[in-house]
């Protein structure tokens, strides 16, 4: 009512008058004489004496009050008086919902948790990494994700390498060095080279699984005059264990030539200061890397081909791939019993998208036959390109681990 004695103040309405005759007048077309009211009946009344919409620059305007909605007798005959605050207008329904709105908004922001529920988790919230130890090793945590663990509920080697290329790329950001290639100095960029890795260690004590935080640690040395060599140390964020250590030798290669290099001393300048001056994290294995053929290889794999995502930004296939491939040809039933604990990767020549390879495993330390029992087992490796030109040559040992017979409920393979 309020808000209708505001209206009416601004726009007054003629009072309403009755034909004697107890006839409607038609507005338009249409007949209103049977929608007459009868008293103290409240519906709707039609004003009888309703003049047609006068017509300004030849187009019909409406008359405010033509079609009202009335009350009764005793209400219309006996108006409220009109004061200051009956005709302000009725804001109480504007006030209530917002009112509404601002309280289930505070509802839903005092539901979220906004806090980590660990305390592993706050050393490094978002995974962005730091520098730390007087700016020489970098530092960054990643969560173990679900589509990142396999058949045996653990993270896959994969997935660790890929944290360890992460957390390397990451720490030429941070120092400032990111040039506008891939893993790149401002100064290599311009002369056109690139990091290629030759030598790669891995030692696998323990695989973390889905849900768990990994602290990976990286740092950079010199190896020889025109290498680098960079160490990984990956701690388990809640305990502190050590879960894997890694060690790996980079040379330069001119991207356009496809040829190794020597580091320029303008390149020399902007890596020193970065290099830690420390042993390997892992001793290095001078064992030699076997040669294999398709007479001394046990399981060969063939017809390996990339995929347009297997390329990084140099086009040529990511190391990690490497790794895959070299799997692709190991026995299931080693993969199924036994867990990969340390690896040695030769990288001999890289390959691009029009490459078919072929992989090559050899097995020792077992027979073939007993690969689901043994405890112990070593293979050799060899991923090479159809016409035989070498790509990686490896060495991986492995040993028995849980089997998994139901969720929660482990056995030890004998």
Known sequence: MVATSATSSFFPAPSPSLDTNGKGNKIGSANFAGLNPTPNSGRMKVKPNAQAPPKINGKKVGLPGAVEILKSENETSHPAPRTFINQLPDWSMLLAAITTIFLAAEKQWMMLDWKPRRSDVLMDPFGLGRIVQDGTVFRQNFSIRSYEIGADRSASIETVMNHLQETALNHVKSAGLLGDGFGSTPEMFKKNLIWVVTRMQVVVDKYPTWGDVVEVDTWVSQSGKNGM???????????????????????????????LSKIPEEVRAEIEPYFVNSDPV????????????????????????????????????????YIGW??????????????????????????????????????????????????????QHLLRLEDGAEVVRGRTEWSSKPSVTSWGTTTTTP
């Open 229 to 259: 060599r960079r160490d990984w140390l990956v701690r388990d964020c809640n305990t502190g264990e050590t879960l894997t250590r890694a060690s790996s030798v980079w040379v330069m290669m001119n991207k356009l030539t496809r040829r």
């Open 282 to 321: 892992i001793a290095e294995d001078s064992r030699k890397l076997t040669k294999l053929d398709d007479k001394t290889a046990d399981y060969v794999r063939s017809g390996l081909t990339p995929r347009w995502s297997d390329l990084d930004v140099n086009q040529h296939v990511n190391n990690v791939k």
């Open 326 to 379: 070299i799997l692709e040809s190991a026995p299931v039933g080693m993969m199924e019993r036994q867990k990969l604990k340390s690896m040695t990767l030769e990288y001999r020549r890289e390959c691009g998208r029009d490459s078919v390879l072929q992989s090559l495993t050899a097995v020792s330390g077992c027979d073939v036959g007993s690969l689901a029992t043994a405890g112990e087992v070593e293979c």
